[in-house]
């Protein structure tokens, strides 16, 4: 599955290619209540809806833990070397170490 996002306020996608509905991530159908127009599609129903237009393929994911750092003063994990809420509350301001 793929993350596709189209115009703020889309609701529902119908694919051409399998008949398949889509609704909009977070959204509740008929009612209105739509945040985002962010859909999760098949990878060749988001294929076709980028090659239409209108649409952009979400480069969201989720990142790996290797790549980033923790704070051992409070356990916060960061992609920043000094700790950012240590900072914030003046407690120790600790650099962070390689997860």
Do not use: H
Request: proline share 2%.
């Amino acid at each position: 599955m793929t993350r596709v996002i189209v115009a703020d306020g889309c609701q529902q996608i119908d694919s051409p290619l399998t008949g398949t509905r889509y609704y909009a991530r977070g959204g509740r159908a008929f009612e209105g209540n739509v945040r985002g127009g962010v859909f999760e599609m098949s990878d060749a129903d988001a294929r076709l809806a980028v090659r239409m237009g209108g649409a952009i393929a979400s480069m969201a994911g989720a990142a790996r833990r290797v790549i980033g750092w923790r704070c051992p003063c409070c356990g916060f994990g960061s992609f920043l070397k000094t700790c950012s809420r240590c900072a914030a509350r003046s407690c120790c301001g600790a650099e962070c170490e390689r997860e």
